[in-house]
């Protein structure tokens, strides 16, 4: 809902945006449902929002018929677009590895986030692959089948937003790879301790790596409208 409200104040031409909000956790889709019926309650023409709930990284029907694939569920979404084409992917994935979620989360996350939230399960896990990555390789798998021309990712740090990079540069579909930090929007660049100048992939703004930004196709017009403003 966050992400319909700064879409629509920026452009408020696009009144007919369809956003749909996916997570694995009944608790969180309950969650966002009576959050989403509260905000209608308070604003009149709100746009198109849903949410559901599906497995992203299953594939398929998904888990043993428990809880659907998320391609199952976007085929069947919106039969205009037979869920093959979604222009936009924003993801804040589980980015913790269970190592990490072990020594260096803090106690407080550890003891009132959700583990579902923050680690990916086990079972998941990928050969060469960082424990804590394995949602990045399916997500840019699904903005492949989607034909999504913009995806934004959030990560947990810098170290973390490079890997992601060099995926993105890997699939080969991107006209453009970019790391934020923090705040994007500053005009200082303040060195974040570690970075090293890099032509592949810009890193935009100052404060520590917070999300990985890749864009292609006509989401390249756009981007060339908002500088030409």
Known sequence: MLFQHEFRKLHAGYA??????????????????????????????????????????????????LVSGVTSVLSGYNESTNGKSWDILTSNPPYISPSAFNHTTSRSVRNFEPRLALVPEEQYHLPDVDPGDVFYPRLLQLAK?????????????MDQARRVAAMMKHQGLWTGVEIWRDDPGSDIDAPYDGDRPSAE?????????????????????????????
Do not use: H, Y
Not at 42 to 59: G, Y
Not at 145 to 157: P, T
């Open 201 to 229: 992939v810009p890193v935009i703004g100052r404060g520590n790596g917070r999300s990985v930004f890749a864009w292609r196709g006509e989401a390249s017009r756009w981007l060339a409208a908002r500088t030409a403003v």
């Open 145 to 157: 089948e989607l034909s999504s021309s913009i995806v934004l990712f959030e990560v947990a740090d």
């Open 16 to 65: 007919d945006v369809q956003a749909l909000g996916v997570d694995l956790s009944p608790q969180a889709v309950r969650l966002a449902q009576r959050n989403l019926e509260k905000q209608k309650k308070e604003q009149d023409d709100f746009p198109d929002v849903r949410f559901t709930r599906a497995d992203v990284l299953a594939k398929g029907e998904g888990n043993k018929g």
